[in-house]
């Protein structure tokens, strides 16, 4: 039932997508200007993925077995697929009305209510889906129809779904985050560029963790932890709040003493390295409530992050990090201090960036961010992974780290308890009940 986890995921970006739309809706109603790039990007997402992609595979493969295996199937599937079919004519009728609002024949309030009103339906698509169709499909499809579905929703060769596909996917949304509103997105004038790197397996051992532990006075924080990761690799590690997960990466960078064990990176023993060595040999943090120098610039932030690194190569990763991320561009003279949550943090993972990392350590990154942020972090992390690079991932949102990991850690309180794939853990009953709420 792979393909349901799938769609699953699609329908709660969909959700964040539809609220995005609502809250830009009601901003407009309130008197702010129309952005038709930004609205057009929304558009473009939803027309290439919702409509081009995620209908598709739907209607291919998921509806026609359930109406071979269901006479009560009918009833919901014909309204969702009338609804599929009709997609398409109501994005050009919005874009219709975009026009004429961009060229004052139509009133903001009229556009935002037309915007609700395409909102609610998909909202209410996503419902029905979630509370009839699928519970359905569980019912009644069998292992054989399973098997089938599934090898089609999970063909990274399929043009139509692919890894190349979904890498313009991820380029697709990032344009939304960049180009929405500063309350809810980025607030950039122009979109940014993720590059469109396709992932490959993992390689070799990259960093190897052996009996770590490390104390506050008396108090044992880590308790012998093991743990590796390969080149290539996204590892999540995820815990409750106390868990000892900010230690932990604060003990490999070489922050926090370790009190036993043994690290070994790109094949050297760097346990008794400081922290300074450490980052020297690759291993950068984007640490957890992004911790930006406020008073400085965000381009002096930038190259804090690159003080380890050849000054000619500075200005050129620079400016790979203002392509990634144009609003950093935009403000790169204005105080750190100045900037919103979301624009902080791309600015602390651009700032790890700037060190040329071998092994990117991101620390809660989708801390106190707005829905649409939440996934544009996880949506970058796809991307750098996509691109070659190794990162080990610390996150509260343990559901959305664990579905875009190879691998996952389970720590509690100090001892890592569980170990599998991403998938693996999410399935784990253990996991699913205390920590993805299910």
């Given at each position: 039932m ?7 995921e ?29 609205f ?21 493969y ?13 009833a ?5 697929q009338?609804?599929?079919?009709n ?9 219709v ?10 009133g ?17 698509h ?43 996917f ?11 509103p ?24 990259l960093?190897k963790?052996?009996g770590?532990?490390?104390?506050y ?6 308790k ?30 070489g ?13 050297d ?56 991320f ?18 902080q943090?791309m600015?602390?993972i651009?700032?790890?960036l ?5 092994l ?75 920590y993805?709420g299910?």
């Amino acid at each position: 039932m792979e393909s349901l986890r799938i769609i699953s995921e699609e329908h709660r970006n969909l959700w964040r997508i539809a609220t995005t739309i609502d809250q830009v809706a009601d901003e407009m109603a309130g008197g702010s200007p129309v952005d038709p790039a930004f609205f057009h990007s929304i558009f473009d997402y939803i027309e290439q993925f919702m409509d081009g992609c995620h209908h598709a595979k739907e209607d291919d493969y998921l509806f026609p077995a359930l109406r071979a295996r269901s006479a009560e199937a009918a009833a919901v599937l014909d309204r969702l697929q009338a609804e599929h079919r009709n997609g398409p004519e109501l994005l050009k009728s919005l874009r219709v009305q975009l026009a004429a609002t961009a060229g004052g024949s139509l009133g903001n309030a009229a556009f935002a209510e037309a915007l609700r009103i395409y909102t609610q339906s998909l909202k209410a698509h996503i419902r029905t889906e979630e509370k009839d169709a699928m519970p359905l499909a569980r019912e009644v499809l069998t292992a054989e129809d399973w098997a089938e579905i599934d090898r089609a929703f999970l063909d990274n060769e399929d043009p139509l779904f692919g890894d190349k596909a979904r890498a313009e996917f991820r380029q697709l949304f990032h344009r939304i985050a960049s180009l929405a509103p500063d309350s809810i997105g980025l607030g950039a004038t122009s979109a940014g560029q993720l590059q469109p790197g396709v992932t490959s397996g993992p390689g070799d051992i990259l960093l190897k963790v052996a009996g770590m532990e490390s104390c506050y006075g008396r108090i044992k924080a880590l308790k012998g932890i093991d743990l590796e990761v390969r080149k290539g690799e996204l590892v999540a590690l995820v815990g409750a709040n106390g868990a000892g997960k900010t230690t932990f990466l604060r003990t490999l960078s070489g922050v926090q003493p370790m009190s036993a064990g043994r690290i070994v990176f790109d094949g050297d023993d760097i346990s008794k390295l400081r922290a300074d060595q450490r980052m020297r040999r690759g291993i950068c943090q984007s640490p957890e409530g992004r911790q930006v120098f406020g008073p400085l610039s965000i381009e002096d932030n930038l190259r804090l992050g690159a003080y380890t690194q050849p000054k000619t190569q500075v200005a050129g990763d620079m400016e790979k990090v203002f392509t990634m991320f144009p609003i950093l561009k935009e403000k790169r003279h204005l105080p750190a201090g100045t900037l919103s949550g979301g624009q902080q943090q791309m600015l602390a993972i651009g700032r790890a960036l700037m060190g040329r990392p071998k092994l990117l350590l991101l620390d809660e990154p989708s801390m106190g961010l707005a829905p649409l942020l939440v996934e544009e972090v996880f949506n970058v992390v796809k991307a750098l992974k996509a691109e070659g690079m190794t990162i080990f991932l610390v996150e509260q949102n343990a559901f959305a780290a664990l579905a875009i990991a190879d691998r996952g850690y389970v720590l509690e309180t100090g001892s890592i308890t569980l170990t599998g794939t991403g998938q693996e853990l999410i399935a784990n009953e253990q996991v699913r009940a205390a920590y993805l709420g299910m």
